[in-house]
């Protein structure tokens, strides 16, 4: 394992986290050359996920220092490889979280290359070379051609770039779990990045959907910002209790260490809950729900390439996009600072090139 290699020979610049003080400065680094399988990216917009938190501060204890976090990034191709076809100079294009997998396994055969074991990310990643991957917050990326994805022309690049990370991580469960049917009742747990997407994704496809939050102060923008039809107050006992068993499916994105029970007992009979939320404690599961009431509850994270793309052309088509607030470069930790405190709606994303009309 190293930084770079022979082949990185392109100075680009970005900005990184030194140290577990998380604080982020300029950084020079330098990346591969274009190979016959790559194409180059000019990064306009990149997103900030709370993952990017957790790694600048080394919470899981397996960040690679310095690290240049992003992997929710859109821009333009500026060059392609020998060996591109799908991709030409010119087109708006995304990368999420996958830099690499073994191509090898059952699940990248299946394009579920989320779920490989040599899956690597687009950042604090070993690629195929042996060198750490570096992320999004930068002005160029060289990815491989099948970890990229087309962002339709209808889609704005910086409304689109959490999509790539927080869209299809709530998409994914959903189209498993056969939730995308009209008529239907959804809920969604938690109104941040992840959750105001899965409420957009509901009610594009005609379902009726129920936010549920611990914060009653949400329920007007969930109503008449996101559309929701209806709003609960998970802490309130009668509120949960008058809806109980008439909910048939739950997405949950909340990511502090919560119980399951309450939520489960929302479910009608044979419903499903997915859990996207990664808390950093193990969340109570009590088995009485699930007896009583034939209930799943099941995990996800993000989706396979074929599903990405999939994904982004159902926002092409249904105009959906997330609720973003820009900040410029010299104000990224201020930004972190901010999403930390969850005080954003719903999902930063940074200007790398603001002088671009793109």
Known sequence: MAETTPNHTQTVFGWAAKDSSGKITPFVFKRRENGVDDVTIKILYCGMCHT?????????????????PGHEITGIITEVGSNVSNFKVGDRVGVGCLAASCLKCEFCKDSQENYCDQLQFTYNGIFWDGSITYGGYSQMLVADKRYVVHIPDSL????????????????????QHNMLQPGK???????????????????????????????????????????????LVSTDPKQMQACARSLDFIIDTVSAKHSLGPLLELLKIRGALALVGAPDKPVELPSFPLIFGKRTVSGSIIGGMKETQEMMDVCGKYNITSEIELVTPDHINEALDRLAR?????????????????
């Open 342 to 358: 969850n005080d954003v709606r719903y999902r930063f994303v940074i200007d790398i090139a603001p002088k671009t009309n793109l």
């Open 156 to 175: 704005p690049l910086d409304k689109a770039a959490p999509l790539l990370c927080a869209g299809i991580t709530v998409f994914s469960p959903m189209k």
């Open 185 to 231: 009742k959804l809920g969604v747990v938690g109104l941040g990045g992840l959750g105001h997407i899965a409420v957009k994704f509901g009610k594009a496809f005609g379902l009726h959907v129920t936010v549920i939050s611990t914060s009653p102060s949400k329920e007007t923008e969930a109503k008449m910002r996101l559309g929701a039809d209806d709003f």
């Open 52 to 68: 990017d938190l957790h790694y600048i501060k080394n919470d899981w204890g397996i960040t690679m220092y310095p690290v240049v």
